[in-house]
């Protein structure tokens, strides 16, 4: 998020902030999800995740329109949301009615029109790195983009939700996704200092590129950490 100051951050972003650490992914991706329809100008969204086995779960879903919006999509493989999980990119569709969107996703486009009131999707990777976690999968019943302090609120809410997730999945139990995860765990901390010197980057980006490898080779936080520190494992620019 830069040098963004609090003030300055939309209502989302800061809601993401003020939760409280604990429970396992499922309880997170809710809290998050509540956030955004409580805060941006949506009527309902949904997390999917990626898993082990290159399939994608859903996490949870505000309401059952998004949840049928994640079932036709993993059903079918299109749509904003698969697109989304592939490109690494955010996918925005003002107005699912138009034509260039029947064309990109014909049989998605044509199942959601059919079986909802649904208008507009905007689909946005949890990325870190080059890590894909999953996406958040927001929509509206009317067409129309976000504004644009909505949705830098939204990017700046996915790429908190992708850290997050990624504190909940390499690390059970430890609550806390920012600088005060390293509080207390001294190999931790000193792997990530370990991993600053090495990238030339922040105390934060050193631990969020411990989790992301973490997340990708099935692991806790703290035996990676701990291989960091045994100079087992060392951190390239090309390394997740």
Request: aromatic letters at 4%; a negative charge; one cysteine or more.
């Amino acid at each position: 998020m830069g040098s963004v100051g609090v003030a300055e951050l939309g209502g989302v972003t800061r809601a993401l902030l003020a939760i409280v650490g604990g429970g396992d992914d499922r309880a997170l991706a809710e809290q998050i999800c509540r956030a955004c329809v409580a805060g941006l100008d949506i009527d309902g969204a949904g997390i999917s995740l990626l898993t082990a086995s290159t399939s994608r779960e859903t996490l949870f879903a505000s309401d059952a329109t998004a949840e049928l919006l994640e079932d036709l999509q993993f059903t079918l493989a299109e749509g904003a949301c698969m697109e989304a999980a592939v490109r690494g990119r955010p996918v925005l569709v003002p107005d699912l009615c138009h034509p260039t969107e029947v064309s990109r996703w014909p049989v998605f486009a044509a199942a959601v029109l059919e079986q909802s009131d649904v208008r507009a999707l905007f689909a946005l990777p949890l990325q870190w790195g080059t890590v894909n976690l999953g996406v958040l999968d927001l929509y509206r019943r009317t067409p129309g983009l976000l504004g644009d302090a909505q949705l830098r609120d939204a990017m700046r809410a996915a790429d908190m939700a992708a850290l997050m997730m990624l504190g909940v999945r390499t690390d059970p139990g430890d609550g806390l996704w920012l600088d005060d995860s390293l509080t207390g765990r001294a190999e931790i901390h000193q792997a990530a200092g370990m991993v600053l010197a090495q990238l030339g980057v922040s105390a934060i980006d050193a631990l969020a590129r411990m989790r992301a490898h973490a997340f990708v080779e099935q692991r806790l936080l703290s035996e990676v950490a701990h291989d960091v520190v045994n100079r087992r494992l060392r951190f390239t620019p090309d390394m997740a």
